[in-house]
C-alpha cells in the first residue's frame, strides 16, 4: 500500500510555472512507477507524465517540451515541472503510482488544483 499527497498547486498566470510535489509514503517508493494525471471540468482524467523506477520518464504531447517529472527516492517524492503554463493546463492534478510504465494508476492522491488564468 502507498499514500501519495499532493502539494503545489495554485493560481499562476498564463506563462507562469509551477512545481507540483507528490510524497509518498507507507511502502517502499523506490519500486514503483509513479505518474501525473491531470483532469478538467467535464473531460476525462488523462496521464500527463509518467517516471519509472529507474529514471526513464514518458509526456503526453500536450506538455511535453514545457514539463519535467522527476524523483528523489530519499525523499519518497515525485515533482511534477511545468513551465509556460497555458490556460489549457487548469486541471486538478493527481499523483500515482503502479508497477511499471504502463501500469501507473494502482494508487492515487487526493489532487491538487492548478489554475492558469490571468
Known amino acids: 500500500q502507498v499514500q501519495l499527497v499532493e502539494s503545489g498547486g495554485g493560481l499562476v498566470q498564463p506563462g507562469g510555472s509551477l512545481r507540483l510535489s507528490c510524497a509518498a509514503s507507507?511502502?517502499?517508493?523506490?519500486?514503483?512507477?509513479m505518474g501525473w494525471y491531470r483532469q478538467a471540468p467535464g473531460k476525462q482524467r488523462e496521464l500527463v507524465a509518467v517516471?519509472?523506477?529507474?529514471?526513464?520518464?514518458n509526456y503526453a504531447d500536450s506538455v511535453k517540451g514545457r514539463s519535467t517529472i522527476s524523483r528523489d527516492n530519499a525523499k519518497n517524492t515525485v515533482y511534477l515541472q511545468m513551465n509556460s503554463l497555458k490556460p489549457e493546463d487548469t486541471a486538478v492534478y493527481y499523483c500515482?503510482?503502479?508497477?511499471?510504465?504502463?501500469?501507473?494508476?494502482?494508487?492515487w492522491g487526493q489532487g491538487t488544483q492548478v489554475t492558469v488564468s490571468s
Open positions: 500515482s503510482a503502479g508497477p511499471s510504465r504502463s501500469r501507473v494508476n494502482d494508487y
Open positions: 517516471i519509472t523506477r529507474s529514471g526513464n520518464t
Open positions: 507507507g511502502s517502499i517508493f523506490s519500486i514503483y512507477a
